[in-house]
């Protein structure tokens, strides 16, 4: 596959993946390695095996990654190759060459900010088409061979550097490290997703056509509507009417108000949700009038 340098060169990508080193560096030089705490992943690998062997962390976690983007290279291209490269390269320069004092040694705090600023620094880098760990890589292989499902392969991963942490480092330091693993993992779903997690909202109601006019008009949503049959209950098998049902795809942000809403048309439409990865096309978003 040829490598789009476009893409790679883009200011957005090269300013979303300098700012995201910046964190990752500040998370870690701040926060973490002063204070022994790891995170997942490479990264979490990086420290470790610094704490116990003294090999300094930037060359570690370059030297770790590096294996990955051969994976990498099969599964997403030579593009994604080139750009984690960048990131790679940047982290173990920044580890490597820019000091930073710790900012705090509250263990809470420690666990709670770094975990943070690691998440979103990691969003960041993913966000401009690369990686800052190549754990997900590895997980997404790995998911081949052995048939697990990718959050699974991670937590067995960590599992392991979560564990060696407890017998090198004490089990409250290892706890700690998991908070701030979950802590990065949270930012960095909210950078990546954002906060506006699209949501798929299915109706059945007997007031379908209200319900379609209140999402249409008021909330400016765009419809599916799938041809139905209700009833079938276990004491009226036998009964059974024709029905819509309406589909749209909303934001966590919209979707109790559209709830609310169809509850004061219908109280008693049945309602059930679907969260989704990723949506496109359509109307997903009101636009501002001005």
Known sequence: MSINWKEILHP???????????????????????????????????????????????????????????IGKKILGNTFVVQSLFTFTLIAGSMTFIHIDAVTSDRLLIALFGGCLAGVGMGLCIRSGSVADGIEILALLTTRKIGLNVSEVIFAINSVIFLSAAVFFGISTALYSIVTYFSAVKSLDYVTNGIEHYTSLH???GKSEEIKFLIANQFRKGITVIKGERGFLPDSFDQKQDCDIIVTVVTRLELLRIKEKIVEIDPEAFMYIQYIKDASGGILRNKSKH
């Not at 910046?22 to 002063?34: D, N």
């Not at 490479?42 to 300094?56: D, N």
């Open 12 to 70: 957005k990508n090269i300013i979303l993946n300098l700012v995201g080193v910046a964190f990752i560096t500040l998370a870690l030089k701040g926060f973490m390695i002063p204070n022994k705490f790891l995170d997942g992943g490479v990264i979490g690998a990086s420290i470790l095996l610094h704490e116990i062997f003294h090999v300094p962390f930037g060359i570690l976690v370059l030297v770790l990654n590096l294996p990955f983007l051969y």
């Open 203 to 205: 109706i059945i109601s």
